[in-house]
């Protein structure tokens, strides 16, 4: 899991190697067996998964599908699952889990 949280944090500092990274994060929950064994956190990295397809670093680009989004919000949807992840680890941390 500390593998996962730092790539994403990475994602968001690193903007030069951001594609790279991106695909870095895609490659790992896709082919490698990773289980947060927190069911609400395996569901935010899947959903974060899907929605990288999305991303698009070119604003050129960008503009040929509305569904294809930038930097701005690939920003936020990080930010967004990392508070959620980090939530969830700190309640299963008071469980004792």
């Given at each position: 899991?500390?593998?996962?949280?730092?790539?994403?944090?990475e994602?968001?500092?690193n903007?030069?190697?951001?594609?790279?990274?991106?695909?870095?994060?895609?490659?790992?929950?896709?082919n490698?067996?990773?289980?947060?064994?927190?069911e609400?956190?395996?569901?935010?990295?899947?959903?974060?998964?899907?929605?990288?397809?999305?991303?698009?670093?070119?604003?050129?680009?960008?503009?040929?599908?509305?569904?294809?989004?930038g930097?701005?919000?690939?920003?936020?949807l990080?930010?967004?699952?990392?508070?959620?992840i980090?939530?969830?680890?700190?309640?299963?941390?008071?469980e004792?889990?």
């Open positions: 899991m500390e593998k996962i949280l730092f790539l994403l944090k994602i968001l500092i903007k030069n190697a951001r594609k790279y990274l991106v695909f870095c994060f895609q490659y790992i929950i896709n490698e067996i990773f289980l947060a064994n927190i609400e956190i395996d569901a935010i990295l899947d959903g974060l998964l899907m929605n990288m397809d999305y991303y698009e670093p070119y604003p050129e680009l960008c503009r040929e599908d509305p569904s294809y989004y930097d701005e919000k690939l920003e936020i990080i930010k967004e699952a990392l508070g959620e980090e939530k969830l680890l700190d309640e299963a941390k008071a004792g889990l």
